[in-house]
């Protein structure tokens, strides 16, 4: 009762001061925009700051005569930024308006990029979310919440993507086949090892996250799901040399800690970057599992509970230089890699209860070592011609190298709690991966209105697997043949694309684009004899058409078609325990995913919308169960689902509660029907879905500021069983020191409610639920120091050829 008093007493005055202020408060801001040579820009895109607390107080575009007008501005200090494609971003000087009068700014002169402007410091930040024309982006850099957090961790809070931390992968609009991309050039690695490149990445490297669900046809085929591209930082302007220092310490389940360290120079010929970071992280984490099912004699249930002890060390690390060769020619290069590595230690209780025959329990402990390292080299050659045309190559080398060795002890317990038997087991598993990816691209406009750009690439790929798996009999080891087996894949791609962009008018543009790509797979055992052996060759159309109704309204309409490889270790023959009577392995037979997508995107003003079906074939889905009623044993492998129609809608919209409150809002809805046989099961389920994050920004006095983040996903269907819901609320607090640094403090998942739970469809034969909790509550501070010249031109964003086979390697 008292707090309600108190909110109406404070409530009044301010409603009755916002009364008198819009009754009296008429006043008007406005100016032009021209370019170095007097020329009017139209369709700029202009905003008003608040120079005291740096909100952004409105914004428009500019007219056909560079005109633009602000109404209905209170009093206040303030300044103009301008942005426009191809032009620096420049701002006004900081003036003062009275609220009442017509204030006529002096004419803001725009610099083209290439060009020097002198820069005016502001505070203004972009929210955390946002949609650009295509894609939704994520600004990593202005996220206090996600300070010391790995990239892993901030896609787990994007909208649309869900990270699965027992397969390590990820997942977007509820589609699996997702294509990571760094500065726009694809990662070439399965996912699996993308996403231990990815836990390892600390977030303070990273600028923002791009999410692509139609990408246009320079882009690889590959990828059902759509791309997700990280943006690295970089810094603007001159010559000199600068770095970043970033240190995280923090405590969830076990210490947390990371460190980040970047330097870049430019110079007038010479230029060149690195990056180096290392995690390390100790876990505990809780896996819970059921299983009931009847064996064609009793009924069974299978109850585990286990807590795994983890801890993972990880180096990141990125080099490359810009050498100009002329004006017009530039050489690069580019190396980058990893060492990751993940020791678990697991006791696990597994109860057997049987309707006729006696219960029984087990007792298995689990220590598993999973390591991965990787080198990726690049060399670029780009040269620009007199008329414009680009013509630019690449060639890179990639190697992989995986190892991951496990140890078991069994013990079996009668119901009187009786040793009854033990046994002990050891498998190791090594997969080293070599790939070589060379491409040409060139691209070239034709008059005013055409652009135009073709490519080729190739790509050979090469790994080996073994898997030896050992039983322990008295004092020797044996070979068990059944799961011991080896593998060699040889797979090449040639492709083709060419793409043209035409702007019909200053308001509508059409991008269409056409790929093909010819695959040859050759699975083998290193003996010779054959596993898979897949030849095929298929089209890839895209189209993307954009229309600007006026200033505020924008329509695009799009169709992609997309294939998802599987992964090279989803095909790859290999064998884990869960538990005594769970498995999980690999499965040779998989075919590739096709998906047709049709997209509607409409914006207007900040507020974004779209609409999004598509249709697979084939579609990938991993933990597919299998049971052999004879060993009442399951085997979890990645499947084949015969057919899915996915519908999806997003709304993303800001809202200015007040100059110190803002509030990005992101909406989620999804639709999926699958269809598909599985154990002689035929099943066609459907699942409504939504996901919604909320991100609250409160900048306080004294350059304080508040982000308050909540994420909540429904349901989603995987196959046989159902992702059900998660969710999760994070608090992150930010004090910027200037010229001293900036310190972040955050408590990601204070409610400790983010975990994945599991469950078969209504009615299956074989039924399962589970969950697993990956991680506690977790506390970070995290500290940013920048030294050198703050004016530094940042590295340049070319393409590497390999980076889209990145995606197919796992772990």
Known sequence: MYLNHAMKRLLLPVLFFLLITTAFSQGIIQGKIQDSQSKEMSFANVLLWNKPDSAMVKGVVSDESGSYIFTEIPKGEYYVEVHILGYAKTHSPVFSFLGTEKNNLATIILVQEDQNLEEVTVNATRPFFELEQGKMVVNVANSISAAGLSVIDVLDRSPGVMVNRQSNSLSLLGKNGVVILMNGHRFRMPIEAAYQMLAGLNSSDVEKIEIITVPPANYDADGDAGFINIVMKKDNAMIGTNGILTIGQGYGSGYNGNMSFSLNHQGPKFSWFGILSSTYVDQVALWEAFRGNNNGFEDIAIDTYTDRFSSRKSINYQAGFDYKLSTRTIFSGLVSGYNNRWDMTAPNITNSNYSISPDTLFRMTTEEVNKWSHIMGNINLQHTFKNGQVLSTNVDYLTYKNSNPSWYTIMNYNESDDLISSEEFRITKDTPIELWVADLNHSMKIGKSIAVESGVRATFSQFTNTVVFEEKLESEWLIDPKFTNDGLLNEDILAAFSTAKIEFDKKTTLNGGLRYENTKTNLTTVLGEKIVDRHYGDFFPTAFLSRKINADNLVQVSYGRR??????????????????????????????????????????????????????????????????????????????????????????????????????????????????????????????????????????????????????????????FNWLSRGFVNLGIQKDFEKSGVLRISCNDIFETSQLRWQSFEGADLEITGRFKFEKRVFMATYTYKFGNSKIKGTRNRKVGSQEEQRRVTN
Request: aromatic share 16%; charged share 15%.
């Open 563 to 720: 294939i998802t490889r599987p992964t090279f270790n989803e095909m790859a023959p290999f064998v884990f325990f869960s538990d005594p009577f769970t498995f999980f392995a690999g499965n040779e037979n998989i075919l590739p995913t096709y998906t047709n997508t049709l997209k509607t995107d409409y914006s207007y003003k900040s507020m974004i919308f779209f609409v999004q079906y598509s249709t697979d074939k084939n579609v990938i889905a991993s933990f597919q169960p299998t049971l052999d009623e004879e060993t009442n044993t399951v085997f979890l492998r990645t499947e084949n689902l015969d057919q899915r129609k996915t519908l999806a809608m997003m709304v993303a919209f800001p809202l200015q509660i007040t100059s110190w409150w803002e509030s990005q809002n992101n909406f989620t809805a999804n639709y999926q029907r699958v269809n598909s046989e599985l154990n002689g099961e035929v099943f066609e389920v459907d699942q409504k879905g939504i996901q919604v994050v909320l991100t609250n920004t409160f900048n306080l006095p004294k350059k304080y500021t508040i982000e308050l983040m909540g994420n909540y996903n429904s349901p989603t269907i995987n196959g046989y």
